[in-house]
């Protein structure tokens, strides 16, 4: 087990730079996920920190050892790859214990290591077999299986999910954490989904164009996204965002579509005036009424809408609302009645409202900028 | 407003168990329907027979009435998007939007102008006139499915097949694509049969659900009948993210035991039962509760808007959702009450439904 | 250009010149004389030796008879024996890739096999086959005899070539043409071939150049006026030297067909990109 450091890790290949400069800390025994769209250099980042990309400036570090240039046999560090890497023709046995073989481990030691092992994932029915006929789920367990029985002091996970049946990947999640849970040991798992990071990890990396957008813990990054783009990256569906903007002096927020939002004095502190701002709410964190019937009080964010289309999800229903060219959905418990052009008031309570710079950098209120400093 | 139907269709493969197996519905003319299953459940297969591209070895599919049996695919006006989206690499997007109107079944009947009107109108409607000189290798997966979405609108088709269309895009597009294709249906009124692995596709977007295993249909029904009102246990475990609870019992003419608990459930001749409970109807606690079962924490994950818990309860798994932030950890106990109202329960030899939870 | 440009630049200016000398060297023997042929090496026209247009004037001139017999020969037997290679093997490519075939024991795989076998053995073997059938067929040097044989010999390599190019195709891209209202030929034509192309150049381009540098068939099926231009080449060795100069007019003269043919044709094959956008 070790945590893992890294210092303004950068990653060229050729021209393009697809890690630009990243620095972050794993702490021993951590879970953590690195989470963004293809492209964004989170493969590259793992693949360096397992040693199979060369790093083209800054340092990695093993526990304090520095291990940039040590070659990746070395770093005692184990990949479960996207396609498993699975050798058809061995038996699932041989093909869990061939790292430990690899090492000389006397046939004694290999049986009681890779029986552990199969017990903890529940493959000891199969470990006869040959790996050809059996399902997504269980080849992915056996990948795992293989990787874990080294005790590898860093375990590196690239897309596990990737290759499974939708209807399996919540048990593979509730899986890989519970193994992760009893092993202890420190794991990087690389993934587009949100879902497999929300539900997996200790904290989440979120990347994007070879940068961290933020590192903070599932609900943080959930609840208090970073920038915009963590914004509408998280969440299922994502956050609404809409463009907002502050008049001169004026301590309102005019939102795209007419709706408004008057933010606490705390924040509109930090607002710019006359500049284009972003406005973003979580779809489960808002009311919908019919216009009709309006009763909230004036203060909050507001907003006037038609209703886009209704998508029942069975305990909760996906209301999908326009506003001006602008669609928003709306999460409601149980199965509300709205039929699809019905003009609907949209509210929100200040607390659930995020506001975002120019550069769609999150602006805090002011009493919480002072706790985070402090 | 075609109506389809499906009535006694079998096909197999040479498998030792048929692709699509004695499989029977009716779509009615207009309506949005939605088979969904696994994958290998027999889906494509399905669509494939209806469009006429696979023969089905027996039973009959109708449209409007009129049997499908002897018509080649080209005469039956059905349009499909296919999985990959199938788009023609080597044409324009405006040619491959145009290759439907210009096909020999339709000669002489679209002049030039009108052509490049429904172009232009269904470009219009899937917001992608901008793409109309790109060559699908030019496109991202997005823009590819609008344009497979187009070709198979541009003609008005008596009836359109959707095989897996979103599968492939990510979180967001999926969630705007799914809103856009039950808009455009709606307005459209096409008869529209839509095939998916994701069961949250079926429950948002169906008039009426096909859920299909192994080639055979477990239940036909609406989004409500299906998730309110299972048939069996396979169709309780397809219906609801996170997965319905499926928890081993025993059924006498006084309740039900369940977890260790009597509740007072059903009654019935006695028997071993499989008790079903969503997620969001189990009650968690982390004190003790009145006809609670004593269980310890497995772990906790977040979905964002609400967390999972699993608890296990002497080596059973459940799992319940809570409000999110609740913070619950691994190993703590935790009591986990299954309320009599909504429970589920199934017959457990056959996994046929005996009771259905009360709707509140 | 950086200094290592114009490393990589040096090496593939001497690369160039080693490989194009020998073209080089076939094109001035072809403007020598017997003289300055045989008397040691000469490199530099006008410097070394005087051009002299001699050898062009026996081919086109009063001699060249036998020459533009041979090289229309060459170009009818060639290119019709291609065109029947690639579209039938293009047909029998196309059914081995879309459907399943059951004769006996054999399936699709078993038949493509059988097809590419034709090609295991030395064409030697099968030749001395084919000349006993031509006897008896009659067909020993005729034009339509030497087409067939070309085409049999060629068909088995388009067959295997294409049958690949085909699989490549989404079968769903077909069936999309089908729904579209485009009955099977219409789907041939519209999606199918367009996007087999450079598959179809491809096999075109190799079955040319098989046929177009055959010498055996053409030696033993052929005996005058069904001759190619191979045999040409080797007669004009006959007397007590080679004919040097009028062998590399020749020569020269029979780059230019295949070149055309590779020319024209790449730009099909640089279609292929498109199959990119396909999945």
Same mark, same amino acid.
């Given at each position: 087990m070790a945590g893992v450091n890294l210092r303004d890790v950068t990653k060229k290949y050729g021209r393009t730079e697809a890690v630009k400069g990243v620095s972050f800390d794993i702490a021993d025994g951590e879970l953590l996920v690195i989470l963004g769209p293809s492209g964004c250099g989170k493969t590259s980042t793992l693949r360096m920190i397992a040693g199979l990309e060369t790093v083209s400036s800054g340092s990695i570090s093993f526990d304090g050892r520095p291990v940039t240039t040590v070659p990746p046999a070395r770093r005692n560090v184990a990949m479960a790859f996207e396609n498993y890497g699975l050798y058809e023709h061995w038996t699932v046995f041989d093909n869990i214990a061939y790292p430990l073989r690899l090492?000389?481990?006397?046939?004694?030691?290999?049986?009681?290591?890779?029986?552990?092992?199969?017990?903890?994932?529940?493959?000891?029915?199969?470990?006869?077999?040959?790996?050809?006929?059996?399902?997504?789920?269980?080849?992915?367990?056996?990948?795992?299986?293989?990787?874990?029985?080294?005790?590898?002091?860093?375990?590196?996970?690239?897309?596990p999910m990737s290759h499974v049946d939708a209807d399996l990947r919540n048990d593979l999640r509730a899986e890989i954490k519970r193994i992760h849970l009893e092993v202890g040991s420190t794991m990087i798992i690389v993934t587009h989904d949100q879902l497999d990071a929300l539900t997996m990890a200790d904290r989440i990396l979120v990347m994007d164009d070879g940068r961290i957008e933020q590192l903070d813990t599932p609900a943080a990054v959930y609840d208090t996204p970073a920038t915009t783009f963590v914004a509408g990256f998280i969440g299922e569906p994502p956050m609404n965002?809409?463009?907002?903007?502050?008049?001169?002096?004026?301590?309102?927020?005019?939102?795209?579509?007419?709706?408004?939002?008057?933010?606490?004095?705390?924040?509109?502190?930090?607002?710019?005036?006359?500049?284009?701002?972003?406005?973003?709410?979580?779809?489960?964190?808002?009311?919908?009424?019919?216009?009709?019937?309006?009763?909230?009080?004036?203060?909050?964010?507001?907003?006037?809408?038609?209703?886009?289309?209704?998508?029942?999800?069975?305990?909760?229903?996906?209301?999908?609302?326009?506003?001006?060219?602008?669609?928003?959905?709306?999460?409601?418990?149980?199965?509300?009645?709205?039929?699809?052009?019905?003009?609907?008031?949209?509210?929100?309570?200040?607390?659930?409202?995020?506001?975002?710079?120019?550069?769609?950098?999150?602006?805090?209120?002011?009493?919480?900028?002072?706790?985070?400093?402090? | 407003m075609e109506t389809l139907t499906v009535t006694g269709v079998t096909k197999t493969f040479g498998g030792p168990r048929p692709a699509v197996d004695e499989l029977s519905f009716t779509l009615g003319g207009g309506e949005f329907g939605v088979v969904v299953g696994p994958s290998g459940?027999?889906?494509?297969?399905?669509?494939?027979?209806?469009?006429?591209?696979?023969?089905?070895d027996t039973g009959e599919i109708t449209l409007d009435g009129a049997s499908l049996a002897g018509t080649a695919p080209e005469r039956r006006d059905i349009a499909m998007v296919f999985e990959n989206y199938a788009l023609y690499p080597h044409l324009s997007v405006r040619r491959n939007l145009e290759f439907p109107l210009r096909a020999p079944v339709r000669r002489g009947t679209l002049s030039r102008s009108q052509i490049t009107d429904r172009v232009t109108q269904v470009a219009e409607t899937l917001r992608i006139p901008h793409l109309l000189d790109r060559l699908p290798s030019q496109l991202s997966g997005g823009q590819r499915q609008r344009v497979s979405l187009g070709r198979a609108l541009v003609r008005r088709p008596r009836l359109l097949l959707l095989d897996e269309p979103i599968t492939h895009l990510d979180a967001k597009l999926r969630h705007e694509m799914r809103t856009e294709l039950k808009r455009i249906q709606r307005e459209l009124g096409v008869t529209t049969l839509y095939a998916t692995p994701d069961q949250s596709d079926a429950l948002a977007l169906a008039d009426l659900v096909v859920v299909l295993d192994a080639g055979r249909a477990w239940q036909v029904g609406t989004a409500a009948d299906v998730y309110e009102r299972p048939a069996n246990v396979t169709v309780a475990r397809t219906l609801g993210d996170p997965r319905i609870n499926l928890l081993p019992g025993r059924r006498d003419a006084a309740g039900v035991t369940v977890l260790g608990q009597r509740v007072d459930a059903d009654h019935g001749p006695a028997g071993p039962v499989t008790v079903g409970v969503r997620p969001g109807d189990v009650e968690l606690s982390t004190e003790p509760l009145a006809g609670a079962a004593a269980g310890r924490v497995l772990l906790a994950q977040t979905l964002g808007y609400q967390d999972v818990v699993y608890v296990d309860v002497e080596g059973a798994t459940v799992r319940a959702t809570v409000p999110a932030g609740i913070v619950a950890r691994p190993g703590d106990p935790a009591w986990v009450r299954l309320p009599a109202a909504r429970l589920h329960v199934f017959e457990a030899a056959s996994g046929q439904a005996l009771r259905h939870r009360e709707v509140v | 250009m950086r200094a290592a440009g114009w490393g990589r630049r040096t090496v593939l200016f001497v690369w160039?010149?080693?490989?194009?000398?020998?073209?080089?060297?076939?094109?001035?023997?072809?403007?020598?004389?017997?003289?300055?042929?045989?008397?040691?090496?000469?490199?530099?026209?006008?410097?070394?030796?005087?051009?002299?247009?001699?050898?062009?004037?026996?081919?086109?001139?009063?001699?060249?008879?036998?020459?533009?017999?041979? @090289?229309?020969? =060459?170009?009818? +037997?060639?290119?019709?024996?291609? !065109?029947?290679?690639?579209? /039938?093997?293009?047909?029998? $490519?196309?059914?081995?890739?879309?459907?399943?075939?059951?004769?006996?024991?054999?399936?699709?795989?078993?038949?493509?096999f059988?097809?590419?076998?034709?090609?295991?053995?030395?064409?030697?073997?099968?030749?001395?086959?084919?000349?006993?059938?031509?006897?008896?067929?009659?067909?020993?040097?005729?034009?339509?005899?030497?087409?067939?044989?070309?085409?049999?010999?060629?068909?088995?390599?388009?067959?295997?070539?294409?049958?690949?190019?085909?699989?490549?195709?989404?079968?769903?891209?077909?069936?999309?043409?089908?729904?579209?209202?485009?009955?099977?030929?219409?789907?041939?034509?519209?999606?199918?071939?367009?996007?087999?192309?450079?598959?179809?150049?491809?096999? @075109?381009?190799? =079955?040319?150049? +098989?046929?177009?540098?055959?010498? !055996?068939?053409?030696?033993? /099926?052929?005996?005058?006026? $069904?001759?190619?231009?191979?045999?040409?080449?080797?007669?004009?060795?006959?007397?007590?030297?080679?004919?040097?100069?009028?062998?590399?007019?020749?020569?020269?003269?029979?780059?230019?067909?295949?070149?055309?043919v590779t020319v024209v044709l790449d730009r099909f094959m640089a279609r292929q990109v498109l199959i990119g956008g396909m999945r």
């Open positions: 090492r000389g481990l006397d046939d004694g030691g290999v049986r009681r290591k890779v029986t552990a092992v199969a017990e903890q994932l529940q493959i000891t029915d199969v470990l006869r077999t040959r790996p050809a006929g059996l399902s997504g789920g269980m080849r992915q367990r056996i990948g795992l299986a293989r990787a874990l029985v080294r005790d590898p002091s860093v375990f590196l996970l690239d897309e965002l809409l463009s907002a903007r502050r008049a001169d002096g004026g301590d309102v927020l005019t939102l795209d579509g007419g709706g408004r939002f008057a933010p606490p004095p705390s924040l509109l502190d930090a607002v710019p005036t006359g500049a284009d701002v972003t406005v973003g709410f979580r779809p489960h964190r808002v009311r919908l009424e019919p216009t009709a019937a309006r009763t909230t009080p004036a203060g909050d964010l507001g907003l006037d809408a038609t209703v886009y289309m209704v998508e029942p999800l069975g305990d909760r229903t996906l209301v999908t609302v326009r506003c001006g060219d602008t669609r928003m959905k709306v999460d409601l418990p149980g199965t509300p009645e709205f039929t699809v052009d019905q003009p609907v008031r949209l509210t929100a309570d200040r607390a659930d409202v995020h506001v975002f710079d120019p550069t769609g950098r999150r602006i805090d209120r002011a009493d919480t900028r002072r706790a985070a400093a402090a | 459940a027999g889906k494509t297969t399905l669509l494939n027979m209806i469009a006429g591209l696979v023969p089905p | 160039v010149l080693f490989a194009l000398f020998p073209v080089y060297w076939t094109f001035i023997t072809a403007f020598k004389q017997q003289v300055d042929i045989y008397d040691g090496p000469r490199f530099i026209p006008f410097v070394d030796f005087q051009p002299t247009t001699q050898a062009w004037r026996t081919l086109f001139g009063d001699g060249g008879g036998d020459f533009f017999d041979k @090289f229309a020969n =060459s170009i009818i +037997f060639s290119g019709v024996s291609s !065109l029947l290679a690639v579209i /039938l093997g293009g047909f029998a $490519a196309y059914g081995l890739a879309r459907h399943s075939y059951k004769y006996g024991p054999y399936r699709n795989d078993d038949l493509s059988l097809i590419v076998s034709q090609r295991i053995m030395p064409p030697i073997v099968s030749v001395l086959a084919l000349y006993v059938v031509f006897v008896n067929l009659r067909l020993l040097d005729s034009s339509f005899g030497m087409i067939l044989a070309y085409t049999a010999m060629n068909l088995p390599l388009t067959v295997y070539l294409l049958r690949t190019f085909f699989e490549a195709i989404p079968v769903e891209v077909e069936h999309a043409a089908a729904l579209d209202g485009y009955p099977q030929w219409q789907r041939l034509a519209r999606v199918v071939f367009p996007l087999a192309a450079p598959g179809l150049a491809a096999a @075109f381009l190799l =079955s040319f150049f +098989f046929a177009w540098n055959d010498f !055996l068939f053409s030696l033993m /099926l052929t005996f005058n006026d $069904a001759q190619t231009l191979p045999l040409y080449i080797t007669s004009l060795n006959a007397q007590s030297q080679p004919l040097w100069w009028l062998i590399s007019a020749v020569g020269l003269v029979a780059l230019v067909p295949p070149a055309i």
